[in-house]
């Protein structure tokens, strides 16, 4: 086994493309096998296999995943801005892709007459991708399953949230209409039936509907089978507002 520490060193080689130089460094540092270590020593480009294997058996990976790091991580890298030419450097120019504008796959966003409802989507929706993304890294700097397991919990609840935001944006944009089939809609609907109410009307539902909320929260935590429990909890408890 490697620690945490050892263990981001590691991510941290394999997404730089695991230059074998740099890896043979590295392999010195862990838990290593002194034969391997010679014939690295001796010859490195030749062991290059060995040690990328051995990588991965340190990190609970298999070696396509490792592969698939390095091709993930290889296209975010910038372009160099100096090239090989007749044996002295040239400078070429960046040439960066189009960036898919958000707006411009959404236009509707920016009209008056936008449902307010789809807007407070689309701020989710980024948040959504970042949340997941960042999640996404996570997992490669987990030290025990606990870990992954909270941090894959995280990636999953985020991709599948972003997913569902963009049904109902690409939905609207099509049809014109509102597909309906994230909570947010039912939130708003129970938003503006509440806004009818008045001071008493509030105290009231209040304390009606008091009692059943905190027995949803303490259930929630009591069951303990998702990670976030008590952030399920409190949506528990806000999703029953007004339901009686």
């Given at each position: 086994m490697i620690s945490k520490e050892q263990r981001i060193k590691v991510v941290g080689w394999i997404r730089r493309g695991a230059p074998i130089k740099e890896g043979v460094r590295l392999y010195a540092g862990l838990p290593n096998?002194?034969?391997?270590?010679?014939?690295?020593?001796?010859?490195?480009?030749?062991?290059?296999?060995l040690l990328n294997l051995e990588i991965c058996g340190?990190?609970?990976?298999?070696?396509?995943?490792?592969?698939?790091?390095?091709?993930?991580y290889a296209t975010k890298q910038p372009p160099s801005s100096y090239t090989q030419e007749n044996g002295k450097e040239a400078r070429i120019e960046k040439v960066n892709p189009p960036k898919r504008s958000f707006r411009a796959q959404f236009p509707f966003l920016s009209r008056p007459d936008c449902p307010p409802e789809?807007?407070?989507?689309?701020?989710?929706?980024?948040?959504?991708?970042?949340?997941y993304t960042a999640g996404h890294e996570k997992l490669?700097?987990?030290?025990?399953?606990?870990?992954c397991y909270?941090?894959?919990?995280?990636?999953?609840?985020?991709?599948?949230?972003?997913?569902?935001?963009?049904?109902?944006?690409?939905?609207?944009?099509?049809?014109?209409?509102?597909?309906?089939k994230h909570r947010i809609f039912?939130?708003?609907?129970?938003?503006?039936?509440?806004?009818?109410?008045?001071?008493?009307?509030?105290?009231?539902?209040?304390?009606?509907?008091?009692?059943?909320r905190i027995w949803r929260i303490e259930s929630e935590i009591k069951k303990g089978d998702k990670p976030p429990a008590r952030r399920t909890a409190k949506k528990a408890a806000g999703s029953s507002v007004g339901t009686g």
């Open positions: 096998k002194p034969r391997l270590m010679a014939a690295l020593d001796r010859n490195p480009a030749k062991h290059r296999e340190l990190l609970g990976i298999t070696l396509a995943r490792f592969n698939q790091i390095i091709k993930e789809l807007k407070a989507l689309a701020a989710d929706k980024i948040t959504a991708w970042e949340n490669f700097d987990c030290s025990s399953l606990d870990e909270h941090a894959a919990f995280d990636v999953v609840e985020n991709y599948l949230e972003n997913r569902l935001i963009y049904e109902e944006l690409e939905y609207y944009g099509k049809h014109g209409n509102i597909l309906g039912d939130q708003y609907k129970k938003y503006e039936r509440l806004r009818g109410y008045n001071v008493i009307e509030l105290v009231e539902l209040l304390r009606k509907t008091l009692p059943h």
